[in-house]
Every structure is written in C-alpha cells, then in structure tokens.
C-alpha cells in the first residue's frame, strides 16, 4: 500500500488561485496520505475505522478536495487523530 501511495498523483492539484478552503481541504487529504503510509493501513481499513463507504478513502488520497467539504474532512480526520493540527497559510 505504502508504494502505491507514493506513486499516486493528486487527481485534481491545487489551482494556482487557489481558496484559503481549498488548501485546508488539500492539507487535510494530506493527513489521510501520511497516515495510511504511517500506519500501513489500507484504504479499506480506514473505510470501516471511520465508517464510510470504501471509495471514499480513495477520493480523499486522490485530492480530490471537490467531494468534500471542511466539516467532513476535519471529522474524518480527528476521528483518526483527535489531537489534529492544521496550519492556514
């Protein structure tokens, strides 16, 4: 999983004007990539720890910050890591 991971391009980059939101929604997915890789854990896996349909695990590694708004990401993500931090630049 870790080498597919690596390999994987962001289905949608960030655009060159992009919003405040959108870079905290692509920061966010980040933290889903860097913990699958830390913690060898599949998508699958991380589906059912957060109670979400498998595909969307592979949305969210994908960047494709459009499916998702804040709210559900940052949900998404405490339910992982309850001591979460993200930085708005």
Do not use: W
């Amino acid at each position: 999983m870790r080498k597919k991971l690596e390999n994987v391009e962001p289905s949608h980059g960030l655009p060159e004007n992009a919003t405040k939101a959108q870079k905290v929604k692509y920061k966010l997915c980040e933290k889903f990539v860097e913990h699958i890789q830390r913690h060898g854990t599949s998508q699958a896996e991380l589906a059912r720890k957060l109670g979400i349909d498998t595909a969307r695990p592979n949305e969210i590694v994908r960047y494709r910050i459009d499916l998702f708004t804040i709210d559900k990401l940052i949900e998404y993500a405490e339910l992982l890591d309850p001591s979460l931090k993200i930085d708005v630049a």
